[in-house]
């Protein structure tokens, strides 16, 4: 299966399948849906944790990307693992005037980015690059009906 979805915490409160829906349509739209991702549903003080031991910044994040190593063996390429808080979406859903659906959506979008090697805290060309691929995929989502705005 190319996505596995684990919940804990807060991302059990979460249900799961319409996110599943999406981030299968995703891998399509960046071609990689020959590749798995691993997904992970945790609330803040999980990916408060994961930030302050791998970022070194000790505060709750929204998403987390976590790229898997190349040259593993095995005729399916793993893509790597995102890590979204549900607490955090869902406070930034609040402040953004969007659904939890949109807000999560978005941040899945954002983490598999990451994963293909995009960083928008490269530099401002980087960012600009990233945010415009960013709402092209939103888009193409919307535009096949995988997400209602």
């Known amino acids: ?3 596995e979805i684990v919940r804990r915490d807060a991302g059990k409160r979460f249900p ?3 996110l599943k829906a999406i981030a299968l349509k995703l891998l399509e739209l960046v071609k990689q849906d020959k590749a798995e991702l691993s997904l992970a549903l945790v609330g803040n003080a999980e990916i408060q944790r994961l930030n302050a031991k791998f970022r070194k910044k000790n505060y709750p994040t929204d998403v987390l990307s976590f790229p ?3 040259g593993l063996p095995g005729a399916v390429r793993l ?13 930034q859903a609040r402040e953004r005037r969007r659904t939890l659906d949109e807000e999560m959506a978005t941040l899945l979008i954002h983490g598999v980015l990451h994963l293909l090697g995009y960083d928008h805290e490269r530099s401002a060309k980087d960012a600009r690059i ?4 960013e ?8 535009d096949q009906n995988i997400l209602q705005v």
């Open 16 to 18: 799961s399948r319409k």
């Open 68 to 70: 898997a190593e190349d």
């Open 1 to 3: 299966m190319p996505v």
């Open 79 to 91: 893509l790597g693992d995102v890590i979204i808080s549900v607490d955090k979406a869902r406070q």
């Open 135 to 142: 709402k092209q995929v939103y888009r193409a989502l919307c």
């Open 130 to 133: 990233m945010e415009r691929l």
